[in-house]
């Protein structure tokens, strides 16, 4: 008996050591620095999304390779890089060759910090997040999905006009980036042939700092640091020096400036509208059509989230009518109680398989939203193809921007048709995930998967199997979790796709091709 | 009626709570009564734990869109004699989770296999009284393909946990006995269905690192009624050695710091006419708690204890 108990106390120390060895587990996208399949040399003469040109901010001619001030500098990287900190080498293969990639992982990680529901208050009534006060509870901002597919949105196209210019300066000045200045500088990411001045890497930052912070303002002195660590990076790896550092900044705050006027203006300040206003349009709903989306919280949350996002400016969709989709089946038709059965027959037989799919798609309270998975799966074929940062911003902008114009369409005819959910419709239906504040017809996911796919398809062109069905997964997943009727979910991929084409189109003619 | 009978079923009687790892009353062997060589008790137990108010972190709070949460539970048990020294105890029970209001379904199926293995290891009588230590050690995992990532309705963590305790037990011969116990659950990573998710930082995993925990409970039992039956009051609690909070008006999820302490007792009769039988019924409530409902939870069952060999050189009663 002492036998099987000194095996019982070993084996229970052995786990317990093997358990304080468990790998950490990834907080961010693994990938090492790459060469860059192409640089792009032309890219400065892509067209730009708000930029009038690519010369619209202005940045200093630099310094001359032979002069003394940038002699000086590259002596300046030269002992920078020459012996780094632990610290100091993790930031830069952290950063690695394509600060997009982090950066667009630390927009996805404050969506998901930022994307819970406002709880109700003591008396059963709802506070919405002020701008104003961002850090009153409910904090500011309530990141759900129409939020973040706007932010996302705002900063890849600012990611894109402001590297555009970025390439435009680079080859117009084509001074020499530090090691090819100076060959014994050592560099700890790999070399290429891209002029150095201004920094892509600072423009980048920049750019990221200015638009997450006027999304997320709560954020600011961590983006900051952020910032400011990045754009240390370059230094420290060797690849620039800091005039192209201060060129690549100013030139990103100017172009970050052209997008946040946009911001300011595009109508997003309305859409989280008043309750009145909320009901006035489920009343013409239900005037026009017969039913209207009714949220079934307890207690009762007034206003929808964003009934005016279909309202807020497109980036590449003409006008909201033109990808309007058709009325919705009306309860009672053929159409309706089909969907209804396939809903009854899930929440009764639900396989193991489509609760993994319904999970996997989930993207609810706490995530990066439907928008922040295809940032994800955009993120991963960039890394994939070796792109440049420039080639990346662009693929992110149509791609986001392609998804916000789906969300606003999606909206648009969310609260235009003001069609309930199936926990509303169906007496005693329930869903096996959180269901939405907002009306069901279209559906977000399907919508948002779609246009994502689409953009994503046209730039890697190879994966296209794989996007659409993973379009097509995202959609079927709100079907299993009882959360939309197949309808919602069918003309919302149609719609996605519909909105898609017009980025894609834009994309065509950019120059970028 | 025999003592030993007795302590028989007052194993098994505890041992209905074995099978709760997460919940309820006395989560994990807690007794400190053997049971000889050759004899078997089988258990079947109904349980039915509720709460209305659960901590949201340290937050109390209601949730309108769960009403009452409520999981009702049947589980079979086994507690087996090894040797005089030595048992082996066995659980599995179905459970199923329902909230009262809101739009989400509840869940149901198999939850966590258990088995423990215990052991008298010391003994010393000192006059009219007695003082016995007794290492206990049992694994549990999942029975079943169950979803963990659907807290609070999900059925439990779907982690192996590995569980080492020790019993100190203080017997007096009038009947009465004072028990303490402390134990460590070293819990395996579990995964979720989703490849993305925020605690207090960004994990691109499906793999959740699961915090182990650690248990204590106090009790005082008497035997009365000519030993036939046995009261027991149970002071016990658990302490998840760290885990994120939820955060405010998020969802649960495994990896949180989840603690309470409970209050509860248990009353166990052994029917003189019918040998080997016995019922009980447990009632227990949740005094503290974070990241957990605040559970008052009952439980009924039926016990059979009976000679499955009899061992070389002595009879059983």
């Known amino acids: 008996m002492r036998r099987i108990f000194t095996i019982a106390i070993v084996a229970f120390a052995a786990l317990a050591i093997l358990q304080s060895c468990e790998k950490d587990l990834p907080t961010n996208l693994e990938y090492s620095a790459y060469d860059f399949a192409s640089l792009d040399e032309n890219g400065g003469t892509w067209k730009p999304i708000l930029l009038d040109s690519a010369a619209q901010i202005a940045i200093p001619a630099p310094a001359e390779e032979g002069s003394a001030s940038f002699q000086a500098e590259v002596a300046e990287t030269k002992a920078a890089a020459e012996k780094l900190t632990a610290d100091q080498s993790e930031a830069v293969q952290y950063w690695s060759t394509n600060g997009l990639i982090r950066w667009n992982e630390i927009a996805r990680e404050l969506v998901a910090k930022y994307n819970l529901t406002p709880a109700a208050n003591a008396d059963g009534t709802y506070t919405l997040p002020d701008p104003a006060n961002p850090s009153a509870y409910p904090n500011f901002p309530f990141a759900h999905p129409p939020y973040a597919s706007r932010m996302y949105a705002y900063w890849s196209a600012a990611q894109f006009d402001a590297l555009i210019a970025a390439w435009h300066y680079k080859y117009q000045y084509n001074r020499p980036a530090p090691y090819k200045a100076d060959a014994s500088v050592v560099t700890h990411l790999p070399q290429t042939d891209l002029p150095g001045y201004p920094a892509d890497g600072a423009a980048v930052a920049a750019v990221s700092k200015a638009i997450l912070t006027a999304m997320f303002p709560l954020e600011k002195d961590f983006l900051a640091e952020k910032a400011e660590e990045h754009q240390n990076s370059l230094i420290w790896a060797g690849i620039n020096v800091q005039s192209d550092i201060v060129a690549g900044d100013s030139l990103g705050k100017g172009v970050a400036a052209i997008f946040l006027a946009r911001a300011k203006t595009d109508g997003m300040k309305h859409a989280q509208a008043p309750k009145a206003i909320s009901d006035s349009l489920a009343a013409v709903a239900l005037e026009r059509f017969g039913w209207q989306f009714i949220n079934q919280e307890v207690p009762q949350r007034p206003v929808g989230i964003a009934p005016l996002y279909g309202r807020v400016k497109p980036w590449c969709i003409p006008n909201i009518e033109e990808v309007r989709p058709v009325p919705p089946p009306a309860p009672g038709s053929s159409e309706y109680e089909a969907a209804v059965a396939e809903l009854k027959d899930y929440s009764e037989n639900l396989t193991d398989e489509q609760r993994e799919i319904a999970n996997f798609w989930a993207d609810g309270a706490g995530t990066y939203t439907p928008p922040g998975h295809w940032n994800r799966f955009a993120s991963e074929a960039i890394v994939d193809n070796k792109l440049n940062p420039l080639r990346s911003a662009r693929v992110f902008a149509y791609m986001n921007m392609a998804i916000m114009d789906a969300g606003i369409s999606c909206w648009d005819a969310k609260y235009y048709y003001h069609y309930p959910r199936p926990t509303q419709s169906i007496p005693g239906f329930k869903a096996i995930l959180g269901v939405p504040n907002f009306p069901g017809y279209t559906s977000g996911h399907s919508t948002f998967s779609a246009a994502a796919a689409i953009t994503l398809s046209h730039f890697f062109p190879n994966r296209q199997a794989q996007f659409e069905a993973w379009a097509q997964e995202a959609a079927d997943s709100r079907v299993y979790a009882g959360i939309h009727f197949r309808f919602d979910s069918e003309v919302g991929n149609t719609q996605g796709k519909a909105c898609g084409i017009y980025a894609v189109d834009i994309a065509k003619a950019d120059g970028g091709e | ?317």
């Open chain 2, 1 to 317: 009626m025999s003592s030993f009978l007795i302590k028989t079923l007052i194993v098994s009687g505890l041992l209905l709570m074995l099978a709760f790892p997460k919940t309820a009353l006395a989560q994990t062997p807690n007794d400190a009564i053997m049971m000889e060589k050759g004899q078997l008790c089988i258990a079947a137990i109904y349980g039915h734990d509720s709460w209305d108010e659960y901590w949201e972190g340290t937050l109390k709070r209601k949730n309108g869109n769960i009403g009452t949460f409520t999981r009702r539970s049947v589980m079979g048990m086994f507690s087996l004699g090894i040797t005089d020294n030595i048992n082996l105890l066995g659980g599995l029970p179905w459970m199923k989770t329902d909230p009262s209001a809101g739009q989400m379904k509840g869940a149901k199926g198999l939850q966590d296999w258990g088995l423990w293995v215990k052991a008298k290891a010391l003994e010393f009588k000192m006059g009219k009284s007695s003082l016995g230590l007794y290492p206990v050690i049992g694994l549990t995992g999942p029975a079943s393909n169950y979803a963990v990532d659907y807290l609070p309705f999900a059925l439990g963590f779907g982690a192996y946990e590995l569980m080492g305790r020790g019993i100190v037990i203080y017997e007096h011969e009038k009947g009465f006995y004072l028990r303490g116990s402390y134990g460590y659950h070293l819990r395996s990573n579990t995964e979720i269905e989703r490849d993305y998710y925020y605690t207090t930082h960004g994990v691109y995993s499906s793999t959740v690192d699961m915090p182990n925990a650690s248990s204590f409970a106090a009790t005082l039992g008497a035997l009365v009624l000519d030993n036939s039956l046995k009261i027991e009051l149970t002071y016990d609690g658990m302490n998840t050695l760290g885990g994120s909070d939820i955060r405010r008006n998020d969802m649960p999820f495994p990896s949180n710091n989840m603690e309470f302490t409970r209050i509860g007792g248990s009353l166990q009769y052994y029917f003189p006419f019918a040998k080997g039988l016995s019922v009980l019924a447990t009632g227990g409530y949740t005094l503290s708690g974070r990241n957990m409902g605040q559970t008052t939870s009952f439980s009924g069952g039926i016990t059979y204890q009976f000679g499955l060999w009899t061992p070389k050189g002595g009879a059983v009663d």
